[in-house]
C-alpha cells in the first residue's frame, strides 16, 4: 500500500518541475527591474517568489526520484537531469538565503547574483535532458532544421509486396525497426523504458515488459506491439502514447511479421572479441576446493538437446536441464518461519527449462556485460563496501534490471550463432520454477537435512560471499539454491493464487520484485524453499545476484490469469 501511494506521489513530478522554471524567470526578470530604485518594493515579492520556487523545487527533487524508484527510466539522460536538478536546488536554496539576508554587504549581493545565475543555468539544461527523455534528443531541431536533418524517405511495404522479397519473410532490422525508431523508441529505448520494456533490438522486444511479451509469434492479435496500434487514438491503452498514430501500410507491416513469427534472427552478431572476452578481475581468498572456473575454448559449440544438460558456449554457464512436472509451491501450516503469503497450492509445469548449475559469476558476468561489482557499486554507492571478487565468486551489486540486460544479450549472441531451441530465451526463471528446482521433489523447509552441508549463511559464511559451489548440490544437481545470495526471479511479490495453476507468473506494474533463496547474512529461516522475499527492480545490494535460466514461452503473461 504505501510503494503505490509513493508512487502515486512520484507522478506529481511534472507538476512541481514546471513551477520553479516560471517563478526564477520572473526573478531575472524583477532583478533587471530593481536597478530602477523606485521599484524597489518589489524586493519582497521577489523574496516571496524565491521561497515558493525553492519548496516547488524540493517538491519536484522528491517526486522525480520517487519516479525513477517505480523504473522505466535508466541511462545517462536521466542520470544527468536528476543531479541537475539536485545540483539547481542546492544553488536555488543558497540563493533564497542569500535574498532574505541580503544587506549592504557588497560580496553578499555579489554571491546573490553569482548563486541566481547559475541557477538560471542549472534550470535550462536540467529542463532540455528532461524534455529529450519526454520528447526526444532532436525535439528541438527537428523542425528547425528539417531540410537538411530529413533522410529519404522509405516506402513502407504494400501487402502485395511482401512475397517479393526474402520469399515473403520479413526482417527485424531492416522493415521493423525503421516503424519502432519513428514511434517508439523514444519511450522505449535505451534511456527510457515505460513498463520496462525497450524495442531497439530484438532480444529486449523477446524478453518483453513487466506486463509480459510485447509480441507472441504467429499471433498478432494477442501481440501488444501490433494490437495497441489499432486501438482508437482516444483510447487509455493507444500506442504510441505521445507520437502519431501508425499508417495502416505501417500497421500492416507489423501484423505480417508477426504472423510469420516474428523473425528473430538477430542480423548483426556479436563479435568473436566480445563473445571470447575473458574477465580480469581481482582473486578473492585462496581455496584448495575445487572450483567450476571453466575454459571457454574447450567448450563445444554445439546447441542444447531436450533432457540434456547444456554449456553455453558463450558465457560458459552450466545449463541443467529441469523436466516438467507438478509440486506443492508454498509451506504448510506447521513449518517454522511460516508467513501469511506462503499458501499451499498446486503448480503444474506444463514443459521443461534450463537452469544454471550455479549462481551467475562475476567471470561469467564479465564475458557479457564487461563490468564487475566495483564498477556496478561505484555506479550506485562508492560509500558501499565491497565484498569477496574473483572469476569464481557470484555476481552481486546487480539489480533486476541488470540481470534482465545480460539475459537479453546472452539471448542474442546464442540466437546470432543459431543455438538456441525454438520458441525459448534467456531469463530469469519465474517463481515457481525456482522454487521447484530448489525443491527438487522434496516438502521439508530446506532440501537437505543439514543446512550448512549445502548453504552459506549467517551461521557460517565468515561475514562474506564464498565461490559457487562450494556446498553439496541438492538432489537434482544445483548448488547454492540456499544461501549465498538471494536469486532475482521474474515475478512480482503479489499473493499466490488459491487454487491450482499452470505454468503461473505474476506481473504487475508494482516494483517490488522477488528474490528467492537467502544470502550469506541471511538467518536460517530466510533459506527456507518457501521463504519469499523481495527487492526494487532497480536495486543493488551486497547479497543479491541472480541464476541464468532457458525457459520456454509457454506462459499467457495476462494479469487477469495470473495475479
Known amino acids: 500500500m504505501l510503494e503505490t501511494i509513493l508512487y502515486t506521489l512520484g507522478r506529481f513530478h511534472p507538476l512541481f518541475v514546471h513551477l520553479p522554471i516560471g517563478i526564477i524567470i520572473a526573478v531575472v526578470l524583477m532583478e533587471w527591474l530593481l536597478r530602477d530604485s523606485e521599484v524597489r518594493m518589489l524586493l519582497t515579492a521577489r523574496r516571496f517568489l524565491l521561497t515558493l520556487s525553492l519548496l516547488a523545487a524540493i517538491g519536484s527533487v522528491v517526486t522525480g526520484l520517487l519516479l525513477e ?3 522505466g527510466y535508466s541511462g545517462a539522460t536521466v542520470t544527468l537531469h536528476k543531479w541537475l536538478g539536485i545540483f539547481m536546488t542546492l544553488l536555488l536554496t543558497a540563493t533564497t538565503v542569500l535574498a532574505w539576508g541580503r544587506g549592504e554587504n ?18 535550462v539544461f536540467g529542463s532540455h535532458h528532461g524534455a529529450v527523455m519526454t520528447h526526444g534528443r532532436d525535439f528541438l531541431t527537428e523542425h528547425l532544421f528539417a531540410e537538411k536533418q530529413a533522410a529519404p524517405a522509405r516506402e513502407p511495404l504494400k501487402a502485395e509486396e511482401f512475397v517479393e522479397i526474402d520469399d515473403g ?11 519502432l525508431e519513428a514511434s517508439c523508441i523514444e519511450c522505449h529505448g535505451p534511456d527510457k523504458q515505460k513498463s520496462e ?16 511479451p510485447a509480441v ?12 495497441l496500434t489499432t486501438y482508437h487514438p482516444e483510447d487509455p491503452d493507444f500506442m504510441p502514447e505521445d507520437g502519431e498514430p501508425l499508417t495502416e501500410e505501417q500497421q500492416e507491416t507489423l501484423r505480417l511479421w508477426i504472423e510469420q513469427g516474428a523473425n528473430l534472427e538477430v542480423i548483426t552478431p556479436a563479435t568473436p572479441a566480445e563473445t571470447q572476452l575473458t574477465a580480469e578481475l581481482p582473486q578473492g581468498p585462496a581455496s584448495s576446493v575445487q572450483t567450476p572456473s571453466i575454459d571457454l575454448s574447450a567448450i563445444p559449440e554445439i546447441a542444447p538437446s531436450f533432457g540434456e544438460n547444456w554449456l553455453t558456449p558463450v558465457a560458459g554457464v552450466e545449463m541443467l536441464w529441469i523436466a516438467p512436472g507438478t509440486f506443492q509451491m508454498g509451506s504448510p501450516g506447521e513449518e517454522t518461519g511460516r508467513e501469511a503469503i506462503e499458501n499451499l497450492h498446486t503448480v503444474n509445469l506444463s514443459q521443461g527449462f534450463w537452469l544454471g548449475k550455479y549462481e551467475v559469476t562475476q567471470a561469467q558476468w564479465a564475458r557479457i556485460m564487461e563490468s564487475d561489482p566495483a564498477s556496478l557499486r561505484d555506479e550506485t554507492n562508492k560509500s558501499w563496501p565491497m ?4 572469476p569464481d565468486y557470484p555476481m552481486y551489486y546487480v539489480s533486476r534490471l541488470d540481470a534482465k540486460e545480460f539475459c537479453s544479450r546472452l539471448t542474442e549472441q546464442e540466437r546470432a550463432a543459431g543455438r538456441l531451441p525454438e520458441g525459448y530465451f534467456f531469463s530469469l526463471p519465474t517463481e515457481a520454477q525456482w522454487e521447484y528446482a530448489c525443491r527438487a521433489g522434496t516438502m521439508t523447509p530446506y532440501n537437505h537435512n543439514d543446512l550448512s552441508a549445502i548453504a552459506w549463511f549467517r551461521d557460517n559464511s565468515d561475514g562474506g560471499l564464498n565461490p559457487v559451489g562450494q556446498k553439496l548440490p541438492n538432489a537434482w544437481g544445483l548448488h547454492d539454491m540456499h544461501g ?78 495470473n495475479m
Open 69 to 71: 524508484s517505480e523504473g
Open 106 to 123: 557588497r560580496w553578499q549581493f555579489i554571491s546573490y547574483r553569482v548563486c541566481l545565475f547559475l541557477t538560471l543555468v542549472l534550470m
Open 169 to 179: 519473410m520479413l526482417q527485424f532490422e531492416r522493415d521493423i525497426l525503421p516503424i
Open 197 to 212: 520494456l525497450r524495442m531497439d533490438t530484438l532480444a529486449f522486444i523477446e524478453i518483453g515488459s513487466e506486463y509480459g
Open 216 to 227: 507472441v509469434p504467429g499471433e498478432p492479435d494477442e501481440s501488444p506491439l501490433y494490437y
Open 387 to 390: 565484498y569477496q571478487t574473483g
Open 484 to 561: 549465498n545470495v538471494w536469486e532475482w526471479c521474474f515475478d512480482t511479490n503479489l499473493q499466490y493464487a488459491p487454487h491450482e495453476v499452470t505454468d503461473p507468473v505474476k506481473v504487475h506494474w508494482v516494483k517490488s520484485k522477488v528474490v528467492r533463496g537467502g544470502s550469506w547474512r541471511s538467518k536460517a529461516e530466510h533459506l527456507r524453499s518457501a521463504y519469499r522475499h523481495s527487492a526494487l527492480n532497480e536495486g543493488r545490494n551486497g547479497g543479491i545476484g541472480f541464476r541464468l535460466a532457458l525457459i520456454p514461452r509457454v506462459y499467457e503473461w495476462s494479469r487477469e490469469r
